[in-house]
Nanobody, 121 residues
Framework: QVQLVESGGGLVQAGGSRSLACTAE????????MAWYRQAPGKQRELVAT???????NYADSVKGRFTLSGETSKHTVILRMTNLKPEDTAVYYC???????????????WGQGTLVTVSA
């Protein structure tokens, strides 16, 4: 069974930094992309950052210049480095992956359980 294991959430003061890690475990043949989403209370889930198998990254405008997504999908692990955190970054952060377990590359979408990041003013 494939699963995403997330770590790194917690409480941080405004202006501080925090890193979130996500590792995909299980019988994975290939990962096409990995991403972090977040959902703040009362709001819809939104994309934070994504990284492709080729290493290309994309960020939400709200986090550009503050967050950095690194890692390699081939190693099934990515890290979201968050700096200059703001209270509005408070949310449950979810890891996402598009993975295949077969050489035919039938991709499936998978979500982590979420990790809470709270930024205090």
């Amino acid at each position: 069974q494939v699963q995403l294991v997330e770590s790194g959430g917690g409480l941080v003061q405004a202006g501080g930094s925090r890193s979130l890690a996500c590792t995909a475990e299980g019988p994975i043949f290939n990962i096409n992309s990995m991403a972090w989403y977040r959902q703040a209370p009362g709001k819809q889930r939104e994309l934070v950052a994504t990284i492709s198998s080729g290493g290309n990254t994309n960020y939400a405008d709200s986090v550009k210049g503050r967050f950095t997504l690194s890692g390699e999908t081939s190693k099934h692990t990515v890290i979201l480095r968050m700096t200059n955190l703001k209270p509005e970054d408070t949310a449950v952060y979810y890891c996402n992956a598009m993975y295949a377990t077969d050489p035919q590359l039938n991709y499936h979408e998978l979500w982590g359980q979420g990790t809470l990041v709270t930024v205090s003013a």
